[in-house]
């Protein structure tokens, strides 16, 4: 008996598999020329004084990578970096400019360009106020992610089970979340407005760094 074209044989996706990682990423690993989804885990909201933890990418495949530094590290990750600093790879976020203020102050990179899936919901998804990861991945892509272990301690020696395969599904999503939402972006005729926002998004970030993060340039006051 010969399956039917529309049988599922042959077309079941392979195991995601997560690996974790110790300072950096091992010789060999996402090599290629595929956007790169990144997230990262650290010990809190203030980027100068919340240490960088763990840094999560995924090239889209079934394999997602979870870099950890320790307390005292140094940072160096040559591997991680050489790909993060990339420019011919476009590197996805949710909410850009939180993680790229983190990798340029710990990693010394900018990790661009860019592609942010929180901006991009913002400028397409007008009928809501929601554009969390968790709502995103449950509308465009009908899926449900759980969002227990996103305030929880980073910088332990041991990172359990549960932190991995939450740390792992920030980055799982964001491939397939860009198809839609560029397909989005180019219908409402908001694609071009997009790019400049992505493109702004590291000075953004080091605006941050320097001092500004609570403040809106652009604006009249003051």
């Known amino acids: 008996m010969h399956p039917s074209p529309q049988s ?19 010789d060999g690993v996402l090599q290629g020329d595929s956007p790169l989804a990144v997230d990262t885990e650290t ?31 140094s940072f160096d990750a ?42 991009a919901s913002k400028l397409v998804r007008t009928y809501t106020d929601r554009h969390g990861l968790k709502n995103l991945v449950e509308e465009l892509l009908g899926e449900n992610i759980s969002k227990q272990q996103q305030s929880s301690d980073w910088g332990g020696p041991d990172i359990s089970q549960a932190q991995r395969d939450y740390a792992a599904s920030d980055v ?3 491939h397939r979340m ?28 080091r605006l941050d760094l320097a001092g500004w993060a609570d403040k ?3 604006s009249h006051e003051g």
């Open 172 to 174: 799982r999503y964001l």
């Open 8 to 26: 599922p044989i042959g077309l079941i996706a392979p195991a995601m598999a997560v690996h974790f990682h110790e300072e950096d990423l091992p």
């Open 43 to 73: 010990m809190g909201l203030i980027t100068a004084r919340d240490r960088l933890c763990i840094v999560q990418i995924s090239d889209g495949g079934p394999d997602e990578h979870l870099v950890r530094f320790n307390p005292g590290s």
């Open 178 to 205: 860009k198809d839609e939402l560029e397909k989005r972006l180019e219908r409402e005729g908001r694609m071009e407005m997009a790019q400049a926002a992505f493109d702004f998004l590291p000075t953004r970030a």
């Open 216 to 218: 809106d340039l652009f």
């Open 78 to 119: 040559p591997n991680l970096k050489a790909i993060l600093a990339d420019r011919s790879r476009v590197k996805l976020y949710h909410f850009a400019r939180f993680d790229l203020a983190a990798i340029e102050h710990y990693l010394g990179v900018e990790a661009a360009p860019v592609f942010c899936t929180k901006i």
